[in-house]
């Protein structure tokens, strides 16, 4: 009887203390997003769907959510693509394995905040050090100013996730290559296969599903990455670099809507359940094979 | 054969160059800004004339990074603390016993890692401003806590469950009662776990953004983040040469720390991502 009941009284800390830090704030979130709100959060009366009316009418929504669309899909893929190439160099036995991994981890021990305001430094158009270095290497001709205009910010702001997810990424696909055992690339070797078919034949499939994992984890993390966007631009020029977590900040915290705010909360709930489901899918796939 | 091994590692260092030249740029600038001076400090050169160490000194009295530096300290020192404490038992318990639910828990875990704080800001911002409590740093740790379980659990329980159980029996065999076995067998292989997964639930709580934002109002409160952010945002002259040595001073320490820590992470992910 007492194995029984243990692991539940093991577990009960952890899931109660993780329950109340998510639950109870969405059911706050369910409930804004139902009532008209004032801007201090008082909750008037019941509107049902209003909330998420006004969102679907607002071309400012419509045009962050493509952004957002736009902005996951180029720093995940990007990610992916650059990733392969260094996690297989650093799987090899090379002089200065060690520090080639710390430089490029880097940016995951530097605060997102703190790698954004060097950032939007750098990026500055007078005195940035960007322009002068692209000057120097005569790539443009004249100061460029980065952060004035969407067409050039979102760019960099994609530049920049891709630089900062690309660690993780790594990580993952070093784990995944660590476990594949080196005799078969051997037996490869002797049955005359070159190094392209031993990738394409063996290194390829045993890490598709650390890259489907890598997929599903950096999509929901880039989607809900706050930080580089809301340092850099804070969304502007005009709202033209929000994606949804800035634009919902901006609506909830500068323009205290909060009802519209907590209904972006609940469509991105949405979103990333569907996530989630096709992460513990994959992930299950994984444990049957 | 050595020569080999040498041009290979040209070859790759030649290859990883360029990601690695851009990886390294904005750290570089953030070095060099924070060592220029007020008037070179628009001069976009790469060498600053002369080394500004002052800077350093400067910033620490005007920016007010000291009390932001304890108030970062102090938040994640507690929430490290809290996360580990209730995250230990539930990995153990994960690792170690079959029971109904157990998968249940997992995917909470896996649910509750899904959701970042950003999605549910304004609902803690509700329960917490209706509880009087804006400002108050201890909500910030119980709020890190909440998010960190997952992380922690799952690191922990990968680790754990590379303890192999042979010995727990044994010393069962031998007469010794759960609890003993668990205190003078498991604990003691248990503890780099530990420490390796409180580091980095340290960092993520070092690092975090959009939560402090909204529950800190009064600059005496501020963690680091935050600080550094309000000494850019909304300002019509930034000291750049003070902004980039808070930052610097911010990140490095933490850097450090990570690099001597990063391939733990490579292997307690991994096994906790296929296990």
């Known amino acids: 009887m007492q194995r029984a009941t243990a692991p539940y009284f093991l577990i009960l800390p952890s899931f109660l203390l993780a329950a109340a830090i998510i639950l109870w704030p969405l059911k706050e979130i369910v409930s804004l997003s139902l009532h008209d709100v004032n801007r201090f959060g008082i909750l008037r009366d019941f509107v049902g769907l209003e909330h998420f009316r006004v969102l679907f009418a607002d071309p400012d929504f419509i045009a962050a959510t493509w952004r957002t669309l736009i902005w996951t899909a180029c720093v995940v893929l990007g990610t992916l693509i650059v990733s392969v190439p260094i996690a297989l160099i650093l799987n090899e036995d090379f002089y200065g394995r060690g520090i080639a991994r710390i430089l490029i981890m880097l940016p995951w021990a530097i605060s997102l905040t703190m790698t954004a305001v060097v950032w939007r430094w750098a990026l500055n158009g007078e005195s940035g050090m960007l322009n002068s270095a692209l000057r120097d290497l005569g790539v443009i001709g004249s100061n460029i100013q980065w952060l004035a205009e969407a067409s050039t910010a979102f760019p960099m702001q994609i530049l920049i996730g891709i630089l900062v997810s690309v660690p993780f990424t790594v990580t993952i696909f070093l784990g995944g290559l660590s476990s594949v055992p080196e005799d078969l690339y051997e037996a490869a070797a002797t049955e005359g296969a070159g190094r392209w078919d031993q990738f394409r034949l063996i290194t390829l499939p045993l890490l598709r599903p650390f890259i489907n994992i890598a997929f599903v984890l950096n999509t929901i993390y880039v989607f809900n990455s706050f930080p580089i966007i809301w340092v850099t631009t804070q969304g502007g020029p005009a709202n033209s670099t929000h994606i949804l977590v800035t634009y919902l900040y901006e609506l909830g915290f500068r323009l205290g809507r909060l009802g519209d705010a907590a209904a972006i909360s609940l469509i991105m709930f949405a979103i990333l359940l569907v996530f989630t489901l096709i992460y513990v899918r994959l992930a299950m796939r994984e444990e049957k094979a | ?275």
């Open chain 2, 1 to 275: 054969m050595m020569n080999r091994k040498l041009k290979r590692s040209l070859l790759f260092w030649l290859c990883l160059s360029p990601i690695i030249v851009v990886i390294l740029f904005p750290y570089a600038v953030m070095t060099i800004t924070s060592l220029k001076s007020a008037t070179e400090v628009l001069n976009p050169t790469w060498w600053p004339e002369e080394l500004h160490w002052q800077n350093f000194s400067e910033m620490w009295q005007t920016s007010g990074v000291g009390s932001a530096l304890a108030n970062s300290l102090y938040v994640s020192t507690l929430s490290t603390a809290l996360t580990i404490i209730v995250s230990i038992p539930a990995a153990y318990a994960l690792s170690r016993y079959e029971f109904a639910g157990r998968n249940a828990y997992r995917q909470f875990l896996l649910v509750s890692q899904m959701l970042s704080p950003i999605v549910l800001v304004i609902g803690l911002f509700r329960l917490v401003a209706n509880a009087g409590m804006i400002d108050n740093l201890n909500v910030l740790v119980i709020i890190y806590t909440g998010f960190n379980i997952a992380f922690c659990v799952w690191m922990l329980q990968s680790y754990f469950s590379t303890i192999p159980r042979d010995l727990e029996e044994a010393a069962w065999m031998e007469g010794a009662n759960r609890w003993r076995t668990l205190r003078s067998v498991f604990l003691p292989l248990a503890v780099p776990a530990m420490v390796v997964t409180a580091i980095f639930t340290f960092i993520n709580a070092w690092n975090e953004f959009v939560i402090a934002l909204t529950m800190l109002r009064k600059e005496e409160n501020y963690t680091l983040p935050i600080r550094v952010l309000s000494l850019v945002a909304g300002r019509y002259t930034v000291d750049w040469h003070y902004v980039m040595a808070a930052a610097f001073v911010a990140s490095v320490p933490v850097a450090i720390l990570f690099a001597w820590l990063q391939r733990y992470l490579v292997r307690g992910l991994s096994i906790g991502a296929v296990k």
